[in-house]
């Protein structure tokens, strides 16, 4: 039977070379006979999505083949298969969904517009290409390997088209599809991530972000599998981002509450939601992995920390987000008023706005807004304004924004708090980086520090330096 769920992303088969190179991977560990879940080949995704929206803008089916994306969809995948030797059969079948894709695209030109189930359905055929492709080219090399397409009967999810959610049948059914008979040939399965079908209409839904770390964790748990493999390019999930620090580490475990901390506020780890099928198993984690360096052990992500591992750290990493603004509410009134921060977050709630981090005094709330809800909300500076006036209109404080904010998220062994905190402001101090604001206690695993986002990466460097000093 199957041991382990190897998930593999689309800059890990952007090409015939990287195909190539996750091939080498896979047959490295001959004992394992994985099931690989894979994603789309490279800019795919992004490529379909925009032939969606260019359709709009073309009359003829022959306008829709001449798009741009169309035809870049067409010969990465067409040059992938040349490269790779591919059998005939696998062509027709590429070729199939690639003139499915043309009649889509030809049926938005017609009906002028892209529904959400029309885009869920455009996208899906980036998962289902790169999967036969792989498959094949496994065979070809003499790997017994079999394409699984998780919209075939096996994923089942809501009705969301473009953010499904897992509904417990799945398991069920993974599980039926997944497990081999007694006696059978050992085969290698390539499953589509990211895909599902709808329990009631039957449409192609996908995952939402995260989607094919989902599809990796559900495969897990439905086959009670003790590990899930996410490769990467870095060697497992790091003490800060190596872009903005030299000399960052690799962390060798996280709790799954450290790893959902790390995600919130910015680290390329797991999606939160990806980790829930793994958080409700008893014994699955999920190991990061570096397809460059294959023997490196990686980052385990589980219930619980290893201490031993962990015995002389006191953070596993520090993040930080960018293009946060901070709200100032003061109001002499709140001083044991009830029912004043009741107030404070229904009008937060009527304007759609999420709040990031929450600090306290007797007069005082400072709250930091979630960047990624005000960039998908466009929020822009009159929307700001409109929510000072309704806390003004309410009479109950005056309010003030500053925008060109980040926050500094601590995570780690918060019960030392105290030698965190001092180390902290020492490092901080000495890089003279002045902090606005704090927040610790609901988090059991971080702390989180506001500072002007000029002095960002300043701030990030001089704690990273204090806690993982460069060794000699």
Not at 152 to 178: C, M, P
Request: net charge negative; charged share 25%.
């Amino acid at each position: 039977q199957h041991s382990v769920v190897m998930k593999f992303g689309g800059s890990s088969v952007a090409d015939a070379a990287r195909m190539r190179e996750v091939a080498t991977i896979v047959m490295s560990f001959p004992e394992h006979m994985p099931v690989l879940v894979l994603s789309a080949m490279g800019k795919t995704t992004n490529n379909l999505l925009m032939a969606g929206e260019s359709a709009l803008q073309c009359d003829t089916k022959e306008d829709v083949r001449a798009l741009e994306s169309i035809k870049a969809v067409r010969a990465l995948h067409m040059d992938t298969m040349d490269a790779l030797g591919t059998d005939e059969e696998t062509r027709e079948d590429v070729r199939g969904l690639l003139k499915k894709l043309e009649q889509v695209c030809t049926g938005i030109a017609l009906m002028q517009e892209v529904t959400p189930r029309t885009r869920a359905l455009l996208v899906s055929f980036g998962e289902r290409m790169s999967t036969r492709i792989f498959a094949a080219y496994l065979r070809s090399l003499g790997v017994n390997s079999e394409q699984v397409d998780s919209t075939d009967d096996v994923f089942v999810t809501t009705d969301d088209y473009e953010n499904g959610s897992i509904l417990d049948e799945t398991y069920e059914k993974t599980k039926a599809r997944l497990t081999l008979p007694p006696g059978a040939k050992p085969v290698v399965r390539v499953f589509t991530g990211f895909l599902g079908r709808g329990i009631k209409t039957g449409a192609i839904c996908t995952l939402g972000r995260g989607g094919s770390d989902l599809t990796a964790t559900v495969i897990g748990k439905a086959l009670g599998l003790k590990e899930v493999q996410v490769w990467k390019d870095v060697d497992g999930v790091l003490s800060a981002d190596p872009r903005e620090v030299e000399g960052t580490v690799p962390m060798p475990f996280l709790s799954f509450q450290e790893a959902t901390e790390l995600a919130y506020f910015g680290a390329q780890v797991l999606h939160p939601q990806s980790m829930r099928p793994a958080m409700d198993s008893d014994e699955l984690c999920v190991r990061v992995k570096n397809s460059y360096n294959i023997r490196a052990p990686g980052t385990v992500i589980g219930h619980s920390r290893a201490d031993d591992l962990h015995a002389d750290w006191l953070l596993t990493s520090i993040v930080q987000k960018k293009n946060v603004t901070m709200l100032d509410i003061t109001s002499t009134r709140m001083l044991g008023q009830f029912g004043f921060l009741a107030k404070v977050f229904n009008i937060m709630a009527t304007n759609g706005i999420s709040v990031d981090v929450v600090a306290t005094s007797e007069v005082s709330v400072s709250l930091t807004l979630d960047p990624a809800k005000l960039w998908s909300r466009d929020l822009a500076k009159e929307e700001l304004d409109k929510l000072v006036q309704d806390f003004e209109n309410e009479g109950i404080a005056s309010v003030s924004y500053s925008t060109g904010h980040s926050i500094l998220s601590l995570i780690g062994n918060v019960e030392r708090n105290n030698e965190i905190m001092e180390r902290s402001f020492k490092a901080l101090r000495a890089a003279d980086v002045k902090v606005k604001m704090i927040s610790q206690g609901a988090s059991k695993t971080n702390i989180s520090l506001l500072v002007d986002q000029a002095q960002g990466s300043d701030a990030v460097r001089a704690i990273h330096a204090e806690f993982f000093p460069a060794k000699k």
